[in-house]
């Protein structure tokens, strides 16, 4: 037995041998990616997939899109595409396992070629045609969660499974239909703010940090800044999408010193799409990121994940058959794993903030993976992170009144360790200023050595407030 062969006979055991650890125990694939010219589906690889999540027994299915090609085809046509990848899908459903899609570029097709201000039809596009499959109550099995924001039902969505929330994004517009390649913020950032579940998993389409594709999140890089902090605050560690067809690990560093926060992207647009050549580094504007390749194969497959408690396994099920001996032609080839536990993330001051020295700030933060934490300690650096100064150890209530101190400098950051495990922290995710008023100016009402729109909010806020509540004594007028 060779010594590859030895490897994926023992990783097995050992998935196996674990399935019956804990009561707690679940676990759900992740796979994307299926589409062909001819029918809209790569049928025998989609076939074979199929028939391996339900011999896994899995708890349910995320794909982060293209499930069909859809691609300069009539709506009639792109809608029985459809059809076509849930007859092939139909042994996952009737097992009584949940698939979980959302849109990929390609069940957008309609609009590749669309003139620019020429807008789809209202009446009749595949955004529509999609909520006719996925968003339709006479087809129960299939129809998809609708906790979403208003125009992007059953394409936007969270659900909670056990001790989990997963999230998926569309990042086509929803019912607006068009290629935005940007997610609901707005929406995420309320759904991951009253969320209570220790893990958190997001999947979408698109890879945020570009790998083979330009036509990514990648194209406004403020915005995926955004939206990778908010899932890193949300104490998530893994963002699931395809688009580039290949699996691609890659671990992205936010330079803040601590990896046990970064998130990692997982590529597994792995289905029966076309593969395609790519390797690093990663080209696109990665913003103060650093993405680092892990690990990366060109064949078909799927992300076997497995959640213990705070405890979280990733697998990559490659396809490599032939082997009679194997029970299934996937066999485990990389794993990786993460443990959730309570750690504090800083909140303000979290970078680009100018304070004044000398002045009184509001230091916040929130615990994120569970308990809360008892205590916190507190730690200041002028000089990017390579000294730390102690401010205090309080109790781990999420704010803290802080003086700050009487240094000028522009490269400033804030460290929240858990007071009990100091290697649990979390430090500004990029540098403040801090700096001493050479000269008072007299519109400076907030303390920061400057006269800005923020000086003039206050005003107005004050001038605003002295009517209210009216008192008509203090009003001349008859």
Known sequence: MNAARCLSVLLFGLLVASATRGAERWRFIVTCDSRHALTGVNEPVLAELAAEIVRQGVDFLLYPGDLVHGMQVASEQFERQLWNWVAVMRPVYDAGIPVYVCRGNHEVGDVWDLEPGVEPDPSDNQSLRWLRVFGNS?????????????????????????NALIVALDQYGGLRHRFVHSVNQSWLDERLGRNTQPHVFVFGHEPAFRTYHYDCLDAYPARRDAFWESIQHAGGRTYFCGHDHYYDHGAVDDRDGVPDNDVHQLIIATAGAPFYTWEPPYRGDNSYFVPRQLFHVTSYGYILVAVDGPDVT????????????????????????YTVEPRPVVLYPNGAQRLAASQPCTVQWQTVGGAGIGEVVIEYSANGGATWTFVDQVAGSGAYEWTVPAVDSETCLLRVR?????????????????????????????????????????????????????????????
Request: hydrophobic share 35%; net charge negative.
């Open 138 to 162: 006479l087809h129960s099995e299939l129809m998809l969660p609708d906790d979403s924001p208003a125009g992007e039902e059953h394409m936007t969505y969270a659900f909670e499974h056990k």
């Open 314 to 337: 990733l697998t990559w099920m490659e396809r490599r058959g032939g082997d009679p001996l194997l029970l299934s032609p996937y066999v485990p080839v990389e794993v990786w794993g």
């Open 418 to 478: 858990d007071g009990s495990r100091p290697q649990v922290c979390d430090v500004s995710d990029r540098p403040f200023s801090i700096s001493r008023c050479l000269q008072k100016f007299q519109g400076d009402l907030n303390g920061d050595c400057c006269v800005d729109f923020a000086d003039l909010a206050i005003l107005l806020s004050e001038w605003l407030a002295c009517g209210d509540p009216f008192d008509p004594a203090a009003d001349p007028l008859p």
